[in-house]
Structures are given as C-alpha cells and as structure tokens.
C-alpha cells in the first residue's frame, strides 16, 4: 500500500463502513443515530466532496480532500485496518511498530 499518497488512497466507501460498522460493532455504547444514517452522513462529508476553486464548483472524485477535518481520522482509521488485516492475515508479528498520520 502506497502511503506517501495516503489520503488521496483511502477508500472512502471501505473506509466509511469500516468507522461505522467499528462505532456500532464495539463494546462501547453506539451513537443516538441510527447506523444508516450515520454512514450516511459520514459518506456525504467524504465520498461527494465538492469545493469551490478559481470561481467556480468542482468535484472531487477519490480520496479524501487534503485540508478536510476527517481525512487524518479517515487515514489513520484505514491504516489501522489494514495493519490489522496484515498481521491477522500473515500470521507474522512485528517486534516494534510504529504510524504516524
């Protein structure tokens, strides 16, 4: 996994379900929302992201915007679920490890 371009590399949709499905699958107690509405909020601020640039509205397809509140909790969350991906997948356990986002 490329991380020198990690928020324009984060899966939205992957990442989106993964927060969610982490705050309603925990051991701790879930939002007041109801999940769909939450993922789906979550998924409006990230997925159909549109600014303003040289006068004009654009949209933004893929990644999370540099600049955007949620793209270092997105990327840390997708980093962290990709770790855990690899080490529950491969069996191998580092000694040290360490991320910064």
């Known amino acids: 996994y490329d991380v020198r371009s990690l928020f324009a590399g984060v899966p939205l949709t992957r990442a989106v379900d993964v927060c969610v499905d982490g705050l309603y699958g925990s051991h701790i ?3 007041s929302l109801p999940e769909h509405v939450l993922r789906e909020l979550v998924r409006l601020c ?4 549109a600014f303003v640039f040289d006068g ?3 949209e933004r397809h893929g990644g999370v915007a540099v600049g955007s509140g949620l793209g270092p909790v997105l990327a840390g ?4 679920c990709l770790g855990e ?6 069996g191998l356990y580092p000694d040290f490890c360490r991320r910064c986002v």
């Open 56 to 58: 004009g509205v654009c």
């Open 29 to 31: 107690a879930p939002p």
């Open 77 to 80: 969350i997708w980093m962290a």
């Open 85 to 90: 991906e690899f080490l529950t997948g491969s």
């Open 46 to 49: 990230v997925v159909d992201g």
